[in-house]
């Protein structure tokens, strides 16, 4: 059974940095585009980024863009996201989802998806 | 990017069928053979039901189909049954390396 698992996640004040994690088992993540998905307290779901395969190409939201860096390790089997310079919008549970088909970016669909960690950012 | 409007909520009784519409533009939605729609309840992780515009996944049940026409893309649920009671988003690629999501739409069952 494929899993992720989000980790990283707590309260933090603006301006602040915090460091998401996401541990894929049941499935070899190099063959395969991953994202980070959030979801604001009450509102829908955003895409935030999403890194390729041999993080050969990375998209940004617009609105994390030049303070968030996604990464992974596939050696680890692991995808990561550093937030810095956060804000009181970027609260949110944030997700990690795996975008099939494999070495596929922007031709696909996100499964499976992790449960989520939460982040709070408030003074 | 802007979000893809959806319809804040739609409802149905028991049996009966609901859509859900999905407007974007020629950029995305428009342009994309790849939209797809997510179940989510919360505390739980975001479901796929349908890839490809009009693709079910194994496991998911016949009575959701889904099309395209235009800029607007269209979600189904013939037969609404009580456990369909989610909050359901459609997504696309919008090219340059971004993804949107709708702005999510909440399925009551009567």
């Known amino acids: 059974e494929v899993q992720l698992v989000e980790s990283g996640g707590g309260s933090v004040q603006p301006g602040r940095s915090l460091r998401l994690s996401c541990a894929a088992s049941g499935i070899s993540i190099d063959k395969y585009t991953m994202h980070w998905v959030r979801q604001a307290p009450g509102k829908g779901l955003q895409w935030v980024a999403g890194?390729?395969?041999?993080?050969?190409?990375?998209?940004?939201a617009e609105s994390v863009r030049g303070r968030f860096t996604i990464s992974r390790d596939n050696a680890k089997n692991s995808l990561y996201l550093q937030m810095n310079s956060l804000r009181i919008e970027d609260t949110a549970l944030y997700f990690c989802?795996?975008?099939?088909?494999?070495?596929?970016f922007g031709y696909g669909w996100f499964d499976p998806w992790g449960l989520g960690t939460l982040v709070t950012v408030s003074s | 990017q802007s979000a893809l409007t959806q319809p804040r909520s739609v409802s149905g009784s028991p049996g009966q069928s609901v859509t859900i519409s999905c407007t974007g533009s020629?950029?995305?939605?428009?342009?994309?053979?790849?939209v797809s729609w997510y179940q989510h309840r919360p505390g739980k992780a975001p479901k796929l039901m349908i890839y490809?515009?009009?693709r079910r996944p194994s496991g998911v049940p016949d009575r959701f189909s889904a099309s395209k026409s235009g800029n607007t893309a269209s979600l189904t649920i013939s037969g609404l049954q009580a456990e369909d009671e989610a909050d359901y988003y459609c997504?696309?690629?919008?090219?340059?390396?971004?993804?949107?999501f709708g702005t999510g739409t909440k399925v009551t069952v009567l």
């Open positions: 020629s950029s995305d939605v428009g342009d994309s053979d790849y």
């Open positions: 997504c696309s690629y919008a090219g340059n390396n971004l993804y949107v």
């Open positions: 490809d515009v009009g």
């Open positions: 890194i390729s395969w041999i993080s050969a190409n990375i998209g940004y």
């Open positions: 989802a795996t975008y099939r088909p494999e070495n596929s």
